[in-house]
Each structure stands twice: as structure tokens, then as C-alpha cells.
């Protein structure tokens, strides 16, 4: 048959709607219809996390001095939450958000992934993996030399404690290696420590019982922002602010910025900032006018009582005071009557988070005005908090280049005839090295970040150049570790074994100790066993020093009769030995902490803001941290700084428009926010921002506030009293 | 302070226990710390990206403190912080249902009136965000971007929640998954009921100032049920009559005067950053 | 039906209008009719190939053998203690018959030499895999509704040998999802496993039907 063109059309017509109704009648287009539908729900690299057996595991945070008892939540091997730990005497369940962070810190890129070693420049980030038998190889290979050279005492090791095995471990490698520059970086412990040993005579810190007092009178701390045991004191809060329609405490908050802590208090007197010591001496010129101090206390249990009364007597009256703090007499008057008749008041020293030491006198100056109301060692007072680091160790076997070094002045000037109380000068480093180059050939790091969290930056980093070998025992590539020359990265303290001593601020005594609660995520080992296969390649004394196997074997022996318990339930809570001591009123009139800067073209104020949400420390604010940022602090990657409405109408400063920022320190672009809850005068700006290091997740959102400060001694003390800086906005 | 429980109870469906899931949040107690917002964000797979600061706009927040000024001047200001979850909105009757989910043109959000909670089905969802612009608390958030973590990161991950995919809307769920986990601990228990510690979201675990209290508002044996009838309590944006699920209490008053007022600092005084 | 019945009259009459041949018209019937098996075949049969895509389990599991020694599906798909539930067993579950050899079944000496050995999981495909967005609790049908696990899952403990794993390949589903009939027509209630046979069922016995009983 011919297939002329009509037969072709009625062909192809008849089979394509034969194949259309085929179709029809196949599940084909209804099934297809179906799929390709789940088909636009999916979404394959959407991550689905993998399911399996939920686990806990109890371990303790070290992300802060707070210590509060965490416990992970695992999914088989992963973690998948941090939650605060129920019953764990500091924290009782609470949580941080940094705490809960914790994980971030866990799996972030930011993680060293096993010993790296610098290739190009310093702070390019170019590294290069070696193997840990190498990277071990070098150093040793760096400290022999500088030994062999008789030069052990230009060697220098930085870490954020000296409490607990690890630090111990460190200082002792110092010892035994012949270097007396063991270094702890600043905080307000360095004060409270000394003030401990003046007033008391004793190695110890100060611990506050805020559970159990009932008018709450803090010079300036961050009681709900970090200060202390931050989970612990929100804690004490929630008690104070609880009772029967009645609140259980009053809570009193000095400072010029309307901070957290503040908004919550039932006062808030904000005083000239540095004016903290003379408003605690007016009161006590109130208290012991009014004869409202416990004279049993003060005649049985004090020394000094008269010569400091006569001082208090005669050069802190409420007028006087009144003038230099910009707080009225009367209000002076009521405050100390009230504080004094309050049954358990407590006054609260320590600004911020405490992360800067501060002004000795102002520090003496608080606790001798709970010292008055006889509010040393008893429930809801000041306690005396023992600070040990005789870990019972054999001595340190010491050659003669050892000996040698040890016998040298520390650089730092720390327990020479100038500061002979002070243990440690960390602020004063980068001057020393920025003086003398050759002051310090090796720098080793472990757990701080002094070149983020020094005051004055600029300076520190000039220092750090200067500085030929620099070794980081960072678990991140943390601002410090970027400007080494090599990493040896510590386990992450999710992964590890170690002791973790009494938590800041803290009255009691725990003793606690973390361990592994998720497998070791990276080639990292930890800093203990580092530090000891260091000292066991130098060889000699220096090996002869550490007799342990490994730090696992430091730890069991240095827990003792303590270790079974540490091992079961991770902690021991101490009951905490009352020192017998009496307390010493120290009869000198303040000075003022001095601003450094020029009043005349630096008229304003620059004040550091310690806020909960923002990590301040050596520790880099993780994201979800960052994010929970208010829009008034940070902006995109621009900084806000806090000025009062009328400080902006006087500069010609607009809200949420860009200044200049300038001190002596530094200078930087800042974004304004108006705000009616800072003083006239000042500029707040947000610390813990401003980070280089990490990786793009953390770094370089914002302006690192440590950059515009600069190091103010104290007269006293000789440790930074840096409470702010003169400073200048200029709009742009 | 109008009664929560007037209308729309009772709904004894199915053969399951009815249950109406609620918060009390004290305000006086919350310190602004932010623990919430981080543990939610942990807990429910939350995103972020590198350029991830705080802007309200386009991040993603279930739990969101809001910090609200008395708009004083120096030194008569005074601020408060106001934790944020969704408010698992009620409604009263039928004409005044939840907003969110009367405007929903897929069904991708539901009221559940076995446990009082409004869901949120991802895979539902096309992007309309209709009831973002419901919603009167701003509760609701919108993927705009894939959600990618850092290379590693993904291991935190919990499998009890579905991360959510580019251009769908999520938002807080009372952290429902641990309800569903609760329930299995108590069926296997061969019981139908949960108790109130076994379900607790994750704000309120993770609050070291204990200042949320969650749990049942209709069962006179758990906390909530007293806490919201305290005189100091209220709601946001009570005039809308959503019939929210948390209530705030707080001793100032010039807060829970605040907690009415909408447009930022027109009128009142009250500002809201 | 009626649509394409009246075309092909229309069709025809058209034809026998024109051409007055008797024949001619059942040129495009047969046309039609050609097209329609063929894709009729298509549709039924060579599409649900195309469609699905097929693998081997990792061992031929004799499950009806381990019903046997074991008793119950419980002794391996146990609940946990927190009422989860384990689902596949993990290596770890079988080395505590299988640390060595009970036989000599080729099997068995694969699972040994291939996992347990080197302490490697199986890579079992999951039949029931229910994507990311469902919550299915086994606790609240197994132990508080009652259900048997054959309900859902069907005779599979009587099998003696692993069926093949059928994934669609625009969904990545597996085949049990939409049900091994094509049409997604069922016979038995463990046929299918779609959101519209959960409904049906929680509908039948009144429980809640709200989207975050079953949705996470």
C-alpha cells in the first residue's frame, strides 16, 4: 500500500493519541507527577544528620576561670549539645552561651588539624604539616641551643593560669629548664591575690558568698555579664530577685554606664569613673561615724583599725567624696546607712568580667569596707579562698645552667625590689621586648592569647616581630598561634584529661577534673604530654624533672586520695578551711588611677563594655555568640561605640553614623550609637570584637578594644590599673 | 490580664491527652544573656554563614532577647530584656484563629489542639512568607540562603531536627522533637502522659537564670499554670487577641506597659532596639 | 475515555466520507491501537524500570534463621532505653552470636572477614527509610497502639533471602515508599508506606492528625 500523505497524517494521528491514552492508562504520568514533586522538595545538599543511640557524658567547661560542670549530649559519636550539667555545685544546670558554644569550637574550621610550622611570613597563614616526632625536634632543637648558649633565661612561656597540673607543668619545665620568665596573663586575680596577701598574709583569692547576702554592693562588676563564674552569679541573681513578693536583696551598682547589671539593680548610681575607691572610703566614713560597724569584729579579728579610721576620718566625708565622685552627700549618706544596717551586705569588687587587674587601693578599699560590717570568712561574706600551686612534687633537679638562669631577674620586673608582692607583669612584655629585642628569643604560649588580649595592640604586635621564635600549644588557630612560628596544637578540652581548679569569685572550694567526652577529632596531643616529650629530648635535668610517664600519670598522682572521686563523678566540692588570719586596714590615701592622654584634644573617655554575649577573653567569640549581637553593637563588621546623646550634640556626632576613633594607642573607623544609659563624657566600646585570627567565621568583625588602650601602672601594685583612655570621636 | 483559657478547650481528640504548652518568662530575673538564643540555635540546627552578624532582617533566630528602653534620659534611663519565642498564638473562637496559620495558602503550618503548638512543615512550605507578615511578633524567619556549615561542622548536627532548606520559612516549634522524644520514653513506659520535667525546651534548660518556666498552662500541677495568673503577668500585643502562649512577668511597670505598644517610639515614650 | 472514543469516531467517519474504501478507516484504529499498547507497555512495564534503580544488600540475610534462633523481631530491632528505637543492628549487635564463625555458610564467613574483622558497619540499605522530614516513633504504634511490626513491614521475617533494593532515581526513595505496585495500588497495609497510608490509618483509629505528629 502506498503511504500517501493523508495516510501518513492518519497514521501519526491515530498513533500519538494511541500513545496518549496508553499513557493515560499507564501509572506513568500520575507517578511521575508524584515524584518529580518529592523531587522539588528535596534538596540533597541540605545536610540530614545521621540518627542513632543518644548518650551524656559529664565533663567540665574551660572555656572561662568559671568552670561550670557541662554534660554533652552524643549522638553515637558526635556531640550534638552542650547543657549545663544538673546538680554540679557551681552551675546547678545553667549555661552560658559561650558554654553552649562550646561545640563550634569543636568542629570549627578554626581547629588546628595536628603540628604545623610557619612557611612564608608571620600572620600569612601559610603553614605547612610535619609530623609530631619533627615538630617536637625543632624546638628541642631551638631551647638546646639557646641553653648550650647560656642564654636559657630569654626564653619565656605564657599561660592563662597557674592553677592545676598543666600550667604546673609548664612552670616547671621553666624551672628545670633554666628560665624564671613563667608568665601568667592579666586578670583581676592578679589584685585580688595581692590584696589577699596584704590584708591577710595569705597565698589566696577572694571568694564571695552571694548566694547568702541580702544587699549586694557592686563597684562596677559585671555580676550578670561574665563576672566570676558567670552561670553561678546569674544564678545568685535569680536568688536575690526571688522571695515572697518581697525581693531577697537589694543590689546596688556603681558604675557610669547603665550596663546589664545595672538595669537590673534596684539603684544604679553611676559615679565619675576612678572615683570607685574614694566612694567605698566615704561610706566607710559613714558607717563608722554613724557607729554602724561590727566593733567586735573589727577589735577582735583586725589590725590597723585606727590609723585607717583616722584617715577615713578625716579625708572622706560625704562632701568631700560628693565632689570628686558626682554623688550627692545625701545619697552617699543613705547608701552607707543602708548597706551597713542590711543584715549580710556584701560589697563586690572586681570591673567588668574582670579581665584586667585594676587599681590594689580600690580592690583594698572594698574589702575593707566588708572587713567593717565584719563580713570577712562568715555566710554571705568575703571569704579567703586558697590558692595552692604546690602540687607536692618532688624539686626540680637544677644544673648549673639552670641554676644560672633561675638566678636572673625576671623580665617582667615581677618580685623584684620594685613590685616585690607581684607574681607576674604580663601587661608590661611588649614594652620590655619592644626596648630590648633580645630580651626574649623564644616565646612559648599555652591556652592564652596574649596578642589579642594585651592592651595595646599595635604594641604587641610589634613585639611579637621581634621575638625569633614564637611556639603555640593553641587548639586554634587562636590570633597568638598565627604569629608562631610553630603549633603544636592541645586537644580540644572536650577530648582531654585535666584538672580544673576552683572556679573565680567562687567561695567554695571544687576541685574538678575534665575528660575525654568525644573521640579526638584532629592529630592533636595533649599539652602536658608536649611539654614533657620537650623536656625528655633537652635531656638531663631537664628530663630528670618529669619522672611521670605521661600526663595521665601526673594527673592520677597529683588528684591522690581525691582521684577515685574525681574519676566517678568528675569533682570534689571541699569543704573550705577557714585561714585565721586577721584582717589589715591599710591606712594610705588613694591616688587616682591617671587616664593616659591629653584632656585638651582627647576630651572624652574611652571605657571598655564587657558584655555577656561577646567572649572578652583569650578565646575567640564563636558564631552563634556573634549572632546574638544587639544591632546597637556591631553592624555588619562595623563597631559601635556608646556615647549620651549630648556627648554626640557637643561633637557633632550622629546616631549610626561613622567617627574616628583616636587615643594615643590607636585609631579606628566607628559606627555611633546613642544611648541615653551612658554618662555624658564617656565612650563605651564593646570588648572582645575585632579578632584576625581564626578563619573568616571569627575575624574581622569589628575593632579589638584592647587596641586603644594603653598600660597605666599601678602606683602601687605595679600591675596595670588601665581602667580606660582619653579619647577623641570625630564624625566622618 | 484576660483568662487564657476560656475558649477552644477541651478538644479531646483522638484518644490523646490534651495538652495546652505554655511559657512563663520572668522578666525581672532574665539577665539578657543571651544562653537561649545560643542553645536554640544548637538544638534546632540553626544556620549561619561567614558574613553573619546580627542583622534582624535577614538572620535566623527561633529565640530572639529583645532589649526594650524606657526610653528615660541619663540617668533616668533603664532598659529590660524581653526573650522572644514564638508565641504558639491560640487565637479565640472562629474568626480570630492563629494569624500565621489562617493566611497559609499551602497548609504548612498547622495549630495542634492536642498540645497547643503551631507547626512548621519545611517541606511544605513554597516561600510565600504570607505569614511572616502575619505574624505580629516577628517570629517567623526566611531561609534566604542555603544553609552550608564549615567543613566539620556539620557533626553537631541533631537528628531530631530537619535542617531546613534555601527559600522555606521556619520558625521556634517549643522545640517539639523533645516532646515526640518524651513521648517515646513514656510510651515505652507504658504510660500515655509526660511528665513536666520530661519535656522542657531548650531556652528554658538552658537559662542559668531560670527566669523560663514552660509546661502545661491548662494542668494545675505544673508551674505554669500559677505563674501566669500572677498579678505582675502579661502578654504582648494582648489587644490582637492572638491568645499567645507565653506570658511575661515583670515588677516594672513601665515593661509591661510596653508590651502593648507597637510602634516603636510614636507615643509612648518606649522604644524598642 | 469518552474524549478519545469520540476522536476515533470522528476519525473514521471522516475517512469513510472521503475515501469510500471499506478498509481505510481501520488504518488509524490500528494506529491508534498500535500506539496505545505500546506505550501502554511502556507505561507499565518499562518505566518502572527506567525509574527505579537497583542494588544488592551487602549479605543475603537469612531473616526467617534468625527468627528462628533469636524468637522475635525484638531480639535484634530492640527499643533503647530512652524508647527510641535501634532500628538495623549494627556490627556491634551481631558480633555477639558472630565474633566467629557458627557455620560454614558463605555468609556468614563474608560477614566476618568483610566487617566484623576490620570493625566495619554494614551498609545496609534501608527498605523503610522515611525521608529527613518524617518523625516516625516506633514506640507509639509498637508498644502503645500495639501494632505488629508486620503491619508496615510485612512478612519479612520469613524471607530466607535478602530481596534487591529498588531506590527511585528522581526521589532517591525506596521502592517499599511508594509500594512495589506500580499503580501504588495495595493489597496488604505494608504495600505502602506514603504520608496518604498513614492518614488513612490515624483517621480510622482517631488520632491526631496535625502535621507535627508525624513532621520534624
Redo the contacts between chains.
Keep these: 500500500m502506498k503511504l500517501d500523505r493523508r495516510a501518513f497524517i492518519e497514521l501519526t494521528v491515530g498513533a500519538s493519541l494511541g500513545a496518549g491514552a496508553g499513557i493515560t492508562f499507564s501509572p506513568l504520568p500520575w507517578k511521575l507527577t508524584d515524584d518529580v514533586a518529592i523531587w522539588t522538595q528535596n534538596w540533597p545538599w541540605t545536610p540530614v544528620p545521621s540518627e542513632g543511640q543518644v548518650s551524656h557524658a559529664d565533663t567540665i567547661c574551660n572555656l572561662c576561670p568559671g568552670h561550670c560542670g557541662i554534660t554533652v549530649r552524643k549522638v553515637e559519636g558526635r556531640v550534638t549539645k552542650i547543657e549545663g550539667r544538673q546538680g554540679y555545685p557551681v552551675n546547678d544546670g545553667g549555661i552560658c552561651p559561650l558554654g553552649a558554644a562550646g561545640l563550634q569550637l569543636l568542629y570549627g574550621p578554626w581547629r588546628v588539624p595536628g603540628p604545623v610550622r610557619r612557611v612564608g611570613k608571620r600572620g600569612e597563614r601559610n603553614w605547612e604539616r610535619i609530623s609530631w616526632d619533627k615538630a617536637i625536634a625543632e624546638v628541642v632543637t631551638k631551647l638546646s641551643d639557646l641553653r648550650s648558649k647560656g642564654k636559657p633565661d630569654t626564653v619565656a612561656c605564657i599561660t592563662a593560669t597557674d592553677q592545676g597540673t598543666v600550667p604546673q607543668l609548664f612552670s616547671r619545665f621553666m624551672e628545670a629548664y633554666g628560665s624564671p620568665n613563667y608568665i601568667r596573663t592579666a586578670s583581676a586575680e592578679d589584685t585580688n591575690e595581692l590584696a589577699m596577701k596584704l590584708l591577710q598574709g595569705k597565698d589566696a583569692s577572694v571568694g564571695y558568698d552571694l548566694e547568702k547576702a541580702n544587699f549586694i554592693l557592686s563597684f562596677g562588676s559585671g555580676l550578670i555579664e561574665g563576672w566570676g563564674s558567670p552561670v553561678r552569679t546569674i544564678q545568685a541573681h535569680s536568688k536575690w530577685r526571688s522571695g515572697n513578693g518581697k525581693k531577697a536583696a537589694t543590689v546596688v551598682q556603681i558604675e557610669p554606664r547603665l550596663s546589664n547589671t545595672a538595669a537590673k539593680a534596684d539603684m544604679w548610681y553611676p559615679v565619675n569613673p576612678g572615683t570607685e575607691t574614694a566612694l567605698a572610703l566615704g561610706l566607710a566614713h559613714v558607717i563608722i561615724k554613724d557607729s554602724l560597724y561590727d566593733s567586735t569584729f573589727v577589735n577582735n579579728s583586725t589590725s590597723g583599725f585606727a590609723e585607717w579610721r583616722k584617715m577615713v576620718m578625716s579625708e572622706y566625708s560625704p562632701g568631700d567624696v560628693s565632689a570628686t565622685t558626682g554623688l550627692s552627700a545625701a545619697k552617699i549618706t543613705n547608701l552607707a546607712r543602708a548597706f551597713a544596717k542590711a543584715g549580710r551586705p556584701l560589697a563586690v569588687w572586681g570591673r567588668g568580667k574582670g579581665t584586667t587587674p585594676g587599681s590594689l587601693y580600690e580592690c583594698m578599699a572594698v574589702l575593707a569596707l566588708n572587713a567593717l560590717v565584719g563580713n570577712i570568712n562568715k555566710s554571705g561574706g568575703v571569704w579567703t579562698t586558697l590558692r595552692s600551686t604546690d602540687l607536692g612534687w618532688p624539686e626540680v633537679p637544677q644544673d648549673r645552667i639552670a641554676s644560672s638562669g633561675n638566678g636572673k631577674p625576671r623580665l617582667d620586673g615581677a618580685g623584684t625590689q620594685n613590685y616585690p608582692l607581684v607574681k607576674y607583669r604580663p601587661d608590661e612584655l611588649p614594652k620590655i621586648i619592644n626596648d630590648n629585642p633580645e630580651a626574649i628569643q623564644a616565646l612559648l604560649v599555652h591556652e592564652a592569647d596574649p596578642y589579642f588580649t594585651t592592651m595595646d595592640t599595635n604594641r604587641v604586635a610589634e613585639a611579637f616581630e621581634k621575638i625569633p621564635f614564637i611556639v603555640s600549644f593553641s587548639t586554634y588557630f587562636d590570633e597568638t598561634a598565627q604569629h608562631a612560628d610553630l603549633i603544636l596544637p592541645n586537644d580540644h578540652y572536650l577530648e582531654r584529661w585535666e584538672d580544673i581548679p576552683s572556679p573565680v569569685g567562687f567561695h567554695k572550694e571544687v576541685l574538678g577534673v575534665s575528660r575525654p567526652v568525644v573521640d579526638r577529632q584532629f592529630d592533636t596531643k595533649h599539652a602536658g604530654d608536649t611539654v614533657m616529650a620537650i623536656a625528655k629530648k633537652l635531656g638531663g635535668t631537664v628530663a630528670n624533672a618529669f619522672p611521670w610517664d605521661d600526663y595521665e600519670a601526673v594527673l592520677k598522682e597529683a588528684m591522690g586520695a581525691d582521684w577515685d572521686t574525681l574519676a566517678e563523678s568528675g569533682y570534689v566540692a571541699k569543704a573550705g578551711s577557714t585561714p585565721s588570719g586577721k584582717f589589715e586596714f591599710y591606712a594610705k590615701p588613694y591616688e587616682p588611677i591617671e587616664l593616659e592622654g591629653d584632656s585638651y584634644t582627647q576630651p572624652l573617655t574611652l571605657i571598655p563594655m564587657e558584655l555577656m554575649r561577646l567572649a572578652s577573653g583569650a578565646i575567640g567569640n564563636p558564631p552563634f555568640c556573634t549572632k546574638t549581637l544587639e544591632e546597637t553593637e556591631l553592624k555588619g563588621n562595623d563597631l559601635f561605640v556608646e556615647v549620651n546623646p549630648k556627648t554626640a550634640g557637643d561633637y557633632g556626632l550622629a546616631d549610626e553614623k561613622y567617627a574616628m576613633l583616636e587615643t594615643y594607642r590607636g585609631k579606628a573607623k566607628v559606627l555611633i550609637h546613642l544611648s541615653e544609659g551612658i554618662m555624658p563624657g564617656l565612650v563605651g566600646i564593646p570588648k572582645g570584637l575585632g579578632h584576625t585570627g581564626y578563619d573568616d567565621y571569627l575575624a574581622g568583625k569589628g575593632v579589638n578594644a584592647n587596641s586603644f588602650m594603653g598600660v597605666v601602672e599601678d602606683p602601687v601594685s605595679g600591675l596595670s590599673a588601665t581602667w580606660g583612655i582619653r579619647a577623641k570621636l570625630t564624625s566622618v | 490580664m484576660k483568662d487564657a483559657h476560656h475558649k477552644g478547650e477541651g478538644h479531646q481528640?483522638?484518644?490523646?491527652t490534651v495538652y495546652k504548652y505554655g511559657m512563663v518568662i520572668?522578666l525581672?530575673?532574665c539577665?539578657?544573656?543571651?544562653?537561649c538564643?545560643?542553645?536554640c540555635?544548637?538544638?534546632n540546627?540553626i544556620p549561619?554563614r561567614?558574613?553573619?552578624?546580627?542583622?534582624?532582617l535577614t538572620?535566623n533566630?527561633w529565640m530572639r532577647?529583645y532589649?526594650i528602653?524606657n526610653?528615660?534620659?541619663?540617668?533616668?534611663?533603664?532598659?529590660?530584656?524581653l526573650p522572644r519565642p514564638c508565641m504558639h498564638c491560640e487565637g479565640h473562637g472562629h474568626h480570630n484563629r492563629t494569624p500565621c496559620v489562617t493566611v497559609c495558602p499551602a497548609?504548612?503550618?498547622?495549630?495542634?489542639?492536642?498540645?497547643g503548638?503551631v507547626?512548621q512543615?519545611?517541606?511544605?512550605c513554597f516561600g510565600c512568607r504570607y505569614c511572616m507578615a502575619a505574624c505580629p511578633y516577628h517570629v517567623r524567619v526566611f531561609n534566604w540562603w542555603?544553609?552550608k556549615?564549615?567543613?566539620?561542622?556539620?557533626?553537631?548536627?541533631?537528628?531530631?531536627?530537619?535542617?531546613?532548606?534555601?527559600g522555606v520559612v521556619e520558625k521556634c516549634?517549643f522545640c517539639?522533637?523533645r516532646l515526640?522524644?518524651a513521648?517515646?520514653?513514656?510510651?515505652?513506659?507504658?504510660r500515655?502522659e509526660v511528665h513536666e520535667d520530661e519535656y522542657q525546651t531548650?531556652c528554658t534548660?538552658?537559662?542559668?537564670?531560670?527566669?523560663i518556666t514552660f509546661g502545661d498552662l491548662t494542668n494545675p500541677e505544673h508551674k505554669v499554670y500559677e505563674l501566669k495568673k500572677t498579678p505582675n503577668a502579661f502578654r504582648l500585643l494582648e489587644v490582637l487577641g492572638t491568645n499567645p502562649k507565653v506570658y511575661y512577668t515583670s515588677s516594672r511597670a513601665w515593661v509591661r506597659k510596653a508590651a502593648d505598644v507597637y510602634v516603636g517610639k510614636e507615643g509612648s515614650g518606649v522604644t524598642h532596639? | 475515555m469518552s474524549t478519545s472514543e469520540e476522536k476515533e469516531r470522528n476519525v473514521a467517519g471522516g475517512e469513510q466520507r472521503t475515501e469510500g474504501s471499506s478498509w481505510r478507516f481501520l488504518v488509524p484504529v490500528i494506529a491508534f491501537f498500535a500506539g496505545f499498547l505500546v506505550f501502554l507497555c511502556i507505561g507499565w512495564g518499562i518505566f518502572p524500570k527506567i525509574l527505579y534503580s537497583e542494588k544488592q544488600q551487602p549479605i543475603d540475610f537469612n531473616h526467617q534463621l534468625h527468627v528462628d534462633e533469636m524468637g522475635d523481631c525484638e531480639a535484634c530491632h530492640y527499643f533503647r532505653e530512652d524508647g527510641s528505637f535501634s532500628g538495623i543492628p549494627k556490627s556491634e549487635n551481631c558480633i555477639e552470636c558472630h565474633e566467629s564463625a557458627m557455620g560454614e555458610h558463605p555468609e556468614e564467613a563474608k560477614l566476618i572477614d568483610q566487617y566484623i574483622e576490620p570493625g566495619k558497619e554494614i551498609p545496609w540499605l534501608s527498605y523503610a527509610r522515611q525521608p529527613d522530614c518524617v518523625f516516625f516513633s516506633h514506640a507509639a504504634h509498637v508498644r502503645m497502639a500495639g501494632l505488629d511490626c508486620m503491619t508496615c513491614h510485612g512478612p519479612i521475617g520469613e524471607s530466607e533471602h535478602t530481596r534487591p533494593y529498588q531506590y527511585n532515581r528522581l526521589t532517591k526513595y525506596s521502592r517499599d515508599i511508594w509500594g512495589w505496585n506500580i499503580a501504588g495500588i495495595k493489597t496488604n497495609t505494608w504495600d505502602r508506606m506514603k504520608m496518604d497510608d498513614c492518614a488513612e490509618c490515624h483517621e480510622e483509629n482517631g488520632t491526631n492528625q496535625a502535621c507535627f505528629v508525624c513532621h520534624k
Design positions: 481528640e483522638g484518644h490523646g520572668n525581672d530575673k539577665t539578657g544573656c543571651g544562653a538564643m545560643v542553645a540555635m544548637a538544638e540546627n549561619f561567614k558574613e553573619d552578624t546580627n542583622d534582624r538572620q533566630f532577647v532589649k528602653s526610653g528615660g534620659s541619663f540617668p533616668d534611663n533603664d532598659i529590660c530584656y497548609v504548612a503550618t498547622d495549630y495542634n489542639h492536642e498540645t503548638i507547626s512543615i519545611y517541606t511544605r542555603d544553609p556549615w564549615p567543613e566539620g561542622m556539620e557533626e553537631y548536627l541533631n537528628p531530631d531536627v530537619s535542617p531546613r532548606m534555601r516549634s517539639f522533637h515526640q522524644r513521648r517515646n520514653k513514656a510510651y515505652s513506659e507504658d500515655r531548650a534548660q538552658a537559662c542559668p537564670a531560670g527566669a532596639t
